[in-house]
């Protein structure tokens, strides 16, 4: 590796070259890699971060690509894991971060084995209830993590650590479920994702170095030219997390054993309840004859044809399958009942 690759950023004395170090020691988790996980998950490359877990359940879309760096049109045809397009653009970077992808779905049963080798966890999610999750797990583990949403013309920032309010405290009463606009109906302004997602790569970077200082909460408004830094303030003495050392999102069963996905005609099914890897070369086996079938490093996917309904069926070894072309929970159920097993 040549001697100046990071010289730039260590010659910025608030990082200097204890901060490269720290960086490059330290094992980060970005979990989401869609419009603010891709361009995360590059920054960190880029500033030399020594380990990247890169999380994510999903494939790559067409529409996803005017949004989220890192993927190309040839992604989003064969329908790649995220995980794995993404760890097979930042490796051609080059550089010395190790990369891990996982083709997995972040869950209070896999949460642990996702997020406990990391040092610090940043969102790259696109909604309310995992991001809930992610904050009741880290502050039960007392590790520091990086919110980031982007909605429509808005974008804001927080680094989530020991001493200051938690993301329960600023969204009270929500319990993980959030009502109003998404981003399928509200859209969603492309550089603002890029904007946000510097923004938490930048607070990431800031934590491994060493800045200890009090949080802020950065708010952007790309579109109009705006961008404030406010004082969150502390913990809220009505906080379930941080008042009542409780944590929701980890103590109940409520996993979601069959999802629609926002605005696709796309339904997740996954497992009831976790187990064993899914032995996906004899699934591939079982599925000769019955459609056109795909073998890759993370899935296997099975393409019927139109006496049943046109439907794609995409298998991870983790049991999940993503049934594209029906909205409908019943029968992604019955197809994945059919063609992987119950």
């Known amino acids: 590796m040549p001697d100046d690759r990071f010289s730039r950023q260590t010659r910025f004395a608030p990082f200097g070259a204890r901060g490269q170090e720290n960086a490059g ?6 979990v989401g890699l869609g419009g603010l996980g891709s361009w995360i998950a590059e920054h960190l490359a880029r500033a030399g971060v020594g ?34 397009a993404a760890a097979e653009r930042l490796a051609a970077i080059g550089g010395p ?22 040092d610090l966890v940043v969102d790259g999610l696109d909604a309310f209830a995992p991001r809930f999750l992610v904050n009741d797990w880290c502050r039960a583990r007392r590790k520091p993590w990086v919110y980031g949403g982007a909605l429509a013309g808005t974008g804001s920032v927080l680094l989530i650590a020991e001493g200051g309010p938690c993301l329960r405290c600023l969204f009270p009463g929500a319990d993980g479920l959030l009502g109003g606009e998404t981003c399928e109906t509200a859209g969603v302004f492309s550089p603002l994702t890029a904007a946000i997602g510097a923004l938490e790569a930048g607070e990431a970077l800031r934590w491994l170095a060493g800045d200890r200082r009090p949080a802020r909460l950065l708010q952007v408004e790309p579109w109009d030219g705006r961008l404030v830094a406010l004082d969150p303030g502390g913990p809220s003495p009505d906080c379930p997390v941080c008042a009542g050392r409780s944590y929701p999102a980890l103590e109940r069963d409520d996993d979601e054993a069959t999802t629609k996905l926002c605005g696709r005609d796309t339904v997740q099914v996954a497992p009831e309840s976790g187990g064993k890897a899914l032995d996906l070369d004899a699934l591939v086996k079982r599925w000769e ?29 983790d049991g999940r399958a993503l049934v594209r072309g029906t909205t409908s929970v019943e029968r992604a159920r019955a197809t994945y009942a059919r063609y992987v097993g119950h």
């Open 25 to 30: 020691r330290a094992t980060v988790a970005v």
């Open 51 to 84: 380990t990247l877990r890169l999380i994510d359940r999903d494939v790559v879309e067409e529409s996803n690509l005017p949004r989220q760096g890192l993927y190309v049109d040839e992604d989003a045809r064969r329908a790649r894991p995220k995980a794995e």
């Open 97 to 118: 971060t190790r990369l891990e992808p996982l083709v997995r779905e972040l869950t209070r049963r896999s949460a642990d084995a996702l997020l406990g080798p990391a």
């Open 289 to 317: 004859g019955l459609g056109t079938v795909e073998r890759t490093r993370f899935l296997a996917r099975l393409q019927l044809g139109k006496g049943d309904g046109d439907l794609v069926v995409t298998v991870f070894d």
